[in-house]
């Protein structure tokens, strides 16, 4: 049996036989106190398993389960990963769902702030993600985009050169005539147009 089928068997371990050490957990469990100190840590980061009796001397420390809180596994035993969505993310997500879109369009699901939005799309069109398919002609109107360069699910990271592509492991560059006239964010749009 694989070391991350243990992981459940180490849970339940705890889960039974509360204020015990991680000697215990690992001899219960089957695996190594090192790969079991390593997972015991995780927990008590993450606050599913918080410290009873902390060590002193030869007595080592004791934890015991948190409440009802528990992590879920896979189907392999490891502890699932769970991944907060940046700002950015929830943008890129509505830029692949929508076929074109504004920068109020872009935040009104996610309850962002529409200068990160506006910050982002313009960084990514500088970067060949996306473009502007319509440019606003006056104050009533709104620039309309559109992503053309979707290169799977994850952001692209933006920093002062270019956009790091975490899908593709790749750096796209900026255009150095994009990155001036949005200095001026959206204005130049204007400028631009008539």
């Known amino acids: 049996m694989a070391r991350e089928n243990k992981v459940p068997v180490m849970?339940?371990?705890?889960?039974?036989?509360?204020?015990?050490?991680?000697?215990e957990i690992s001899v219960a469990a089957s695996v190594g106190r090192a790969y079991a100190d390593r997972i015991?840590?995780?927990?008590?980061?993450?606050?599913?398993?918080?410290?009873?009796e902390k060590g002193r001397g030869r007595r080592p420390t004791r934890f015991s389960v948190c409440g009802d809180n528990k992590p879920s596994f896979d189907s392999l035993g490891k502890t699932k990963r769970q991944y907060k969505k940046t700002i950015h993310q929830k943008l890129w997500n509505n830029m692949k769902i929508s076929?074109?879109?504004?920068?109020?369009?872009?935040i009104g699901p996610i309850q962002g702030n529409k200068n990160t939005a506006?910050?982002?799309?313009?960084?990514?069109?500088?970067?060949?993600?996306?473009?502007?398919?319509?440019?606003?002609?006056?104050?009533l109107q709104k620039n309309r985009y559109q992503l053309i360069r979707d290169t799977?699910?994850?952001?692209?990271?933006?920093?002062?050169n270019g956009c790091w592509?975490?899908?593709?492991?790749k750096l796209y560059?900026?255009?150095?005539?994009?990155?001036?006239?949005?200095?001026?964010?959206?204005?130049?749009?204007?400028?631009l147009a008539g």
């Open 118 to 139: 506006k910050k982002l799309v313009l960084k990514l069109e500088a970067a060949d993600y996306v473009r502007c398919v319509f440019k606003a002609k006056n104050s």
């Open 40 to 52: 015991i840590k995780e927990w008590v980061r993450k606050r599913f398993v918080l410290v009873t």
């Open 165 to 169: 592509d975490q899908n593709e492991k």
């Open 152 to 160: 799977g699910r994850l952001v692209p990271i933006i920093h002062s």
């Open 173 to 191: 560059p900026y255009k150095v005539s994009d990155l001036s006239s949005h200095h001026s964010g959206e204005e130049a749009h204007h400028d």
């Open 11 to 23: 849970w339940d371990f705890l889960s039974t036989n509360p204020n015990c050490s991680v000697k």
């Open 99 to 106: 076929t074109f879109f504004t920068f109020n369009s872009l």
